[in-house]
């Protein structure tokens, strides 16, 4: 015999169309393995973040840029004048000679492009205020770098930039960092747990589509709009997938018509 039930008249999974209702009885009926699926995403990205990622901290020390001798009155040209020094100090607080500097006071075996990556010098936005921050896998060092670099800041650069009677202040030194920037334990496992949901769900599916045969005598009758005659169990079991049917046509007046469809397999 023929594996499968063939019929001119069937148009259904086998013909690309697709059951709503059916797929989202598949999820139902498989929702503890989707859920452990989703699960195990989530668990693996909170151990992946807890064991792959290297921890990193970021310290901050500030300076305020002052654009007028102390007695001098302020004008606009002296803000104007504010504006384009701090610009100048971003620069030079990043320049190869500064960071030598703080390779040289901290006596770091780091090179200059490694500290230098570590370094990131911003304006704040709006204001005259330089902020210095060094993010490392040390929180101390950090810490270190950070407050060194504002020291040399004000130590050098104000003479060399010929700013000696308006020297930049000092607003806040960097303190020990006691969180990690880059660990995100609770995002991580959020994304692994979407993640592992979408591929439970897109799993099921896929099984769902592939599956164009018949898994119960339901199925039959639903699909083929007959009724089967007989279940005879695969290999003398009865479970579910495991049958061959035998088929006969309804009459319109819901009789059966006593013949089959040749009584071929599925």
């Known amino acids: 015999m023929n594996e ?44 992946l973040t807890l064991l792959l990622v290297t921890p990193t901290y970021t310290a901050t020390s500030s300076m305020y840029v002052v654009s007028s001798p102390a007695d001098n009155v302020l004008n606009i040209a002296d803000l104007n004048l504010g504006s384009s020094i701090t610009g100048d100090y971003v620069y030079m607080i990043r320049s190869r000679m500064m960071v ?12 200059v492009e490694e500290l230098r990556s570590m370094l990131n010098v911003t304006n704040v936005s709006g204001t005259r205020v330089i902020r210095i921050s060094v993010t490392s896998p040390d929180p101390g060092q950090a810490m270190s770098f950070a407050n060194t670099f504002l020291d040399q800041t004000l130590m050098y650069l104000p003479g060399m930039m010929g700013m000696e009677d308006r020297p930049p202040i000092a607003v806040d030194a960097a303190t020990l960092p006691k ?8 995002r991580n496992a959020l994304i692994g747990l979407a993640a592992g949901l979408a591929a439970g769900l897109g799993l099921f599916a896929a099984i769902y589509l592939l599956n164009d045969g018949f898994d119960s005598s339901e199925d039959v009758e639903k ?27 309804r009459r319109q007046g819901g009789e059966g018509s006593g013949k089959d469809n040749g009584g071929r397999e599925r």
Request: without cysteine; glycine residues 12%.
């Open 100 to 111: 030598q500097k703080v390779i040289d006071a901290t006596g770091t075996d780091l090179s």
């Open 4 to 47: 499968g039930i063939i019929n001119n008249d069937y148009e259904g999974r086998g013909a690309g169309e697709i059951y709503i209702l059916d797929l989202l009885d598949t999820w139902r009926r498989n929702w503890i393995r989707i859920l452990l699926l989703a699960a195990a995403g989530a668990a693996a990205g909170l151990l």
């Open 179 to 186: 969180t990690a920037d880059n660990l995100r334990p609770a």
């Open 223 to 249: 699909y083929l709009g007959m009724a089967p005659m007989a279940e005879v169990p695969r290999n003398g079991q009865k479970q579910k997938g495991g049958y061959y049917y035998s088929v006969h046509k």
